[in-house]
């Protein structure tokens, strides 16, 4: 496996590391202690040669110190380079980080022995290794006095691992910078992709500052399992994973490990340090999401973002940037860290856009501001998030509601002009989320941590003019109503917990505990007029429309409670060449329906489940990983309704079930996965009483998707980075009311998906870096009855950037430019929620220049 980097020392306090202590005479006793399978030495500083015994390290090392491994660290400063390299290594270093103060490492990539890694990173320093046996090391200059004595100053022992109960310091980057190591699994914590027994990718900042994105919807569309809608497509976001779909106004997405608590309407990713995919259901990991039985959830896939926080280096960035037609904007990235030991933090990053986009006539207009503040200590780490993100649109795009006639369809009409828009201006949609969280671990043990996190958000959605598009017929004859819509949102979120690493002899154990609740209040109002037929989607032409009246402030109608307490032991041997994970979560749900013109209670449903979960990770060579899992996902029940025999009956929990094998390689520079998997679904449908003619709601039927997954991402060779994959999907309706549509394909799931991003840092210039990606989705059904599809599309992005050092302060300049869909692609992107098509965005240029100060 490759090693990850572990923070410096100052980053270290934020991970929960052991600290560090100097020695200052020569009495001072050897202290030893264990964390994470790394040894921590306390040592004496000893004036001579001949009291260290050290033996030069150009003689042979010991067996154990013979054998190379891969390693991916990234640059900094010397001695925290230095000390991470001894951490990964399983060895300890011994020095005082002041005799290299000012000397800077461009980091280690690649296959290595400790000596050669150790003589790697000190080339050119004046520095050489010194070995104290027992798998323990020093440094010292390559020159002698006259004496011949190696003079050391007082010892500070470095070098330490990431502590694996704490989530507050993020995965460190893969090699390229793209993807990170590894990312949150829910409850069990930070997690190495190599030892987690599902699929996992967390998409880096790099990725996104240099693609440009503006959101994480489009971060998210990076992934061959994601298909992912933009604000120029749809009303709301949406995205499918792994065939099945989930509004992010469900709460489907998780910041820094707590539900609900992502802006639910295309959350900024100006204040994102990671944007982590964790696919397949997540009951055990996530708990139970706030979405209704009516929504798929997060079926097939959940999303968790990491907010930024103030690094070791002081961060003062500012960002100037074009969006065609006319969108110009600008985002400031301001981070720095206080105390006598770096110990407070502070992160803000503000942005505001605004202009004409590639679509005639629509203007947008978004903003966001959000601030970090932290808190790392040598036991309690603290950290406050607060934002606030707002966006205009005008007209607003729309999705295309085919339900009534998809069914009677032999073909879907074609994709109009993407730069068309279906709705007249002065159709406005406006959304704005305000959220805070508060988190915070404790190290009550060296081994055992507890966490603590509790979060509130506000939302509010406001619409005057259209949300969708009825299609009338396949010559694309469409009719339009217009709508007054206010919403709004609050969602409150805790949880707690305790993890815990144990050794019983043979077998260590990785505990967790959770227990979370979530609740929603959600309030609507709304009013529609009627309806004008527009004759063409191709070249719309609308008349004098009816107008609406206001229908007031939004008023109260549900309120959702989940609540659950889990449970988890990861049981490893073999130095965890073996991982075995087993899992339970108790989960409630309730949910109170309001009559929104009386206020009062209209319908209530309550009821509870189990959900366990098993993950196996084995790794017969160092650097592969075969895992398997099996997990499983809930939504909601339903009341059954008065049409039906078994009226005012309560469903517990619809359980989705997923069964998952695969295979992860690292080969160095490069990971690779590949991932088979079957979820089913339930559904419910109606069985008929031949004898007494009635019907009766039952939880027998089931949607069912298999898939294939392979990824890859790394550096293929120095300057070559390649990020992308594919993905195959079968999914199918298995049981149906009367077998009318059993082995049909399912709606929302594209047959095949592949994505490929490439990078080249150009020989020929230095600091000029060419990126490219290619995109491919397979054709999608849009009514189950019918059969009838959308066309699969690709489309071709390119890009360069151009790095350089500024004349003035000397600090790094990088200049942007992206063209997304570079021929113009007219074509339908996806579906969702049986019967909804939505449209591909248009040819965009993106320009940016980040200034560093």
Same mark, same amino acid.
């Given at each position: ?74 640059? +900094? ?119 987690? %027994? ?47 779909? /989930? ?32 696919? /397949? ?5 996530? /708990? ?66 605004? &202009? ?40 607003? &795009? ?66 005057? +003019? ?15 109503? @217009? ?13 707690? /917990? ?25 309030? @609507? ?109 809930? @939504? ?40 088979? #998997? ?40 120095? +300057? ?24 049909? @394909? ?44 959308? %066309? ?43 019967? #909804? ?17």
């Amino acid at each position: 496996m490759v090693f990850r980097r572990p923070r410096s020392r100052r980053l270290a306090r934020g991970a929960g590391l052991a600290s560090s202590s100097t020695i200052r005479s020569r009495g001072d006793a050897l202290l030893a202690f264990k964390a994470k399978g790394f040894v921590f030495v306390i040592g004496c500083a000893l004036a001579g040669a001949a009291a260290l015994a050290p033996s030069p390290v150009l003689a042979a090392e010991s067996a154990t110190g013979s054998a190379s491994r891969e390693y991916a660290l990234s640059a +900094g400063r010397l001695s925290d380079v230095l000390a991470e390299f001894a951490a990964a290594s399983g060895v300890q270093l011994i020095f005082d980080p002041n005799i290299l103060a000012g000397l800077r490492s461009s980091g280690l990539q690649g296959r290595y022995g400790v000596r050669e890694g150790f003589a790697r990173l000190l080339a050119g320093s004046g520095y050489e290794l010194v070995d104290m046996g027992a798998r323990r090391y020093s440094l010292r200059q390559m020159t002698a006095d006259d004496s011949g004595a190696i003079n050391l100053a007082p010892v500070t022992v470095t070098g330490t691992a990431i502590n694996p109960n704490s989530t507050m310091t993020p995965m460190p980057a893969y090699a390229g910078g793209q993807i990170a190591r590894g990312g949150q699994v829910g409850m069990l914590g930070n997690k190495d992709v190599m030892d987690t %027994p599902f699929s996992l990718i967390s998409y880096t900042n790099k990725t996104i500052q240099d693609q440009q994105a503006r959101t994480v919807q489009d971060v998210l569309n990076n992934d061959p399992s994601v298909v992912a809608s933009t604000s120029s497509g749809t009303p709301h976001d949406y995205q499918v994973i792994r065939g099945f779909g /989930g509004y992010g106004i469900d709460g489907t997405r998780t910041l820094n490990g707590v539900a609900g608590m992502a802006p639910l309407f295309f959350p900024s990713a100006d204040y994102i340090e990671r944007v982590e995919i964790l696919k /397949g259901p997540s009951a055990l990991l996530n /708990g139970m999401t706030l979405a209704s039985a009516a929504v798929t959830g997060a079926l097939g896939g959940s999303v968790n973002l990491v907010t930024k926080r103030a690094t070791e280096e002081p961060i003062t960035e500012l960002t100037a940037r074009y969006v065609s037609k006319s969108q110009i904007g600008t985002h400031l990235d301001v981070g720095r860290r206080f105390g006598a030991s770096n110990e407070f933090g502070i992160r803000f990053n503000g942005s505001i856009d605004g &202009g004409h986009t590639p679509i005639d006539t629509q203007h947008s207009r978004i903003g966001s501001a959000a601030l970090n503040l932290d808190y790392a200590g040598d036991r309690v780490r603290l950290s406050a998030d607060f934002a606030h993100q707002s966006q205009k649109l005008d007209p607003n &795009g729309v999705y295309i509601q085919a339900r009534s006639v998809a069914d009677s369809l032999s073909s879907f009409p074609r994709a109009p002009s993407s730069t068309v828009s279906l709705v007249p201006s002065g159709s406005e949609y406006k959304t704005k989320s305000t959220m805070g969280l508060i988190r915070g671990e404790v190290d009550i043990l060296d081994n055992v941590t507890a966490y603590a996190a509790i979060g509130k958000q506000s939302s509010e959605a406001d619409l005057n +003019g259209y949300e969708k598009v009825r299609l009338l017929d396949s010559t694309g004859r469409y009719s339009i109503a @217009r709508e007054i819509q206010h919403y709004s949102r609050d969602i409150l979120s805790m949880q707690g /917990g305790i993890r815990a690493t144990v050794n019983t002899g043979p077998v260590d154990h990785a505990l967790s505990l959770n227990l979370s609740r979530s609740e929603l209040t959600y309030k @609507r109002a709304e009013s529609e007029g009627a309806s004008s037929i527009i004759d063409s989607i191709y070249n719309p032409v609308f008349p004098s429309l009816p107008s609406v009246a206001d229908p007031g402030d939004p008023v109260k109608s549900s309120q959702t409670t989940a609540s659950s307490i889990g449970f988890a032991d990861t049981l490893s041997i073999l130095d965890e060449r073996i991982q075995f994970m087993a899992g339970i979560r108790y989960q409630e749900a309730g949910i109170k329906n309001f009559d929104t013109k009386t206020g009062l209670l209209s319908s209530k449903y309550d009821s509870n489940a189990w959900t366990p979960a098993f993950g196996l990770v084995v790794k017969p060579w160092q650097n592969v990983s075969l895992y398997a899992n099996y997990i499983e996902d809930l @939504r909601a029940g339903t009341i059954v309704g008065t049409t039906y025999a078994n009226a005012g009956e309560v469903f517990p929990p619809y359980t989705t079930k997923q069964y998952e094998a695969g295979v992860k390689a690292d080969w160095g520079q490069v990971m690779t996965t590949l991932a088979v #998997f079957q979820i089913t679904k339930p559904s419910s449908i109606a069985v008929d009483d031949p004898a007494s003619g009635a019907s009766t709601l039952t939880q027998d039927g089931e949607e069912r998707t298999r898939g294939i997954e392979l990824n890859a991402y790394g550096e293929l060779m120095r +300057g070559v980075r390649l990020m992308g994959g594919l993905t195959l999907l079968d999914a199918r309706l298995t049981k149906t009311e009367g077998g009318t549509l059993d082995g049909k @394909r399912n709606d929302t799931a594209p047959k095949v998906r592949a994505v490929i991003g490439a990078e080249w840092d150009t020989p020929f210039v230095e600091g000029l870096t060419l990126t490219g990606r290619l995109t491919h989705t397979g054709d999608a059904v849009v009514s189950t009855t019918s059969g009838v599809t959308i %066309p699969s599309w690709t489309t071709v992005d390119l890009g360069a950037r151009y790095a350089f050092n500024s004349p003035w302060n000397k600090k790094p300049i990088t200049v942007r430019f992206n063209v997304d869909n570079v021929f113009d692609k007219d074509y339908w992107a996806g579906t969702y929620a049986s019967g #909804f098509v939505y449209r591909g965005q248009p040819r965009t240029f993106r320009l940016s220049a980040t200034f560093a100060f």
